[in-house]
């Protein structure tokens, strides 16, 4: 399968929130989940079969030919279907169209692995912020 097997769209940065908030920080305020730069972003949603949001993430334009992604969230009872690599497929994808150069996110390190299985390198830019260890992590497109 392929990300064009799934139903995935861009959706307004709203809708994102209520994931963000169930799936990566339940213990914060709903509020606390929604960013400034959410105004800026292309946010996109992967819908299952029966028509239900699954999979969110959110992307954003940077200098040089950078993009980043952030607040990527799979549903907790959803996670390892597969919705979330072909969310993130995608997004490589479609920045590859935009002639994107790098993408790059500040992965949990929880999650390195798996953004290791796409292409994915860690930096030596490492923080703990909420509760979370983080590692910026990049891929050349
Ligand atoms: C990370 C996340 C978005 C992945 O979404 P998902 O829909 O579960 O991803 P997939 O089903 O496509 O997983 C593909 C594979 O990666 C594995 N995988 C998923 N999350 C992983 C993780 N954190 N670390 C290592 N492997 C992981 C799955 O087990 C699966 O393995 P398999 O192909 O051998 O079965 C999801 O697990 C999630 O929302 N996690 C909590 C929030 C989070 O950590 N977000 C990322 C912040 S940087």
């Not at 392929?2 to 307004?12: E, G, L, R, S």
């Not at 305020?29 to 969110?56: A, M, N, R, Y």
């Not at 860690?122 to 992590?137: A, C, L, P, R, S």
Request: aromatic share 14%.
């Amino acid at each position: 399968m392929t990300y064009k097997d799934f139903n995935i769209k861009p959706i307004p940065g709203s809708q994102t929130w209520p994931m963000r908030h169930r799936v990566m920080y339940p213990e914060m305020s709903p509020e606390s989940v929604i960013l400034d730069e959410d105004t800026q972003g292309i946010h996109f949603g992967l819908f299952s079969p029966d028509g239900k949001l699954v999979s969110v993430i959110s992307l954003f334009e940077r200098e040089n030919g950078h993009y980043q992604f952030r607040k990527f969230a799979t549903d907790t009872s959803e996670q390892g279907k597969g919705y979330g690599s072909a969310l993130l497929s995608y997004i490589i994808d479609f920045c590859q169209a935009k002639n994107a150069r790098v993408l790059r996110c500040n992965a949990r390190t929880s999650a390195s692995a798996f953004y290791k299985r796409y292409g994915f390198r860690e930096t030596d830019i490492t923080y703990f912020k909420d509760g979370h260890d983080f590692v910026v992590m990049e891929r050349e497109l």
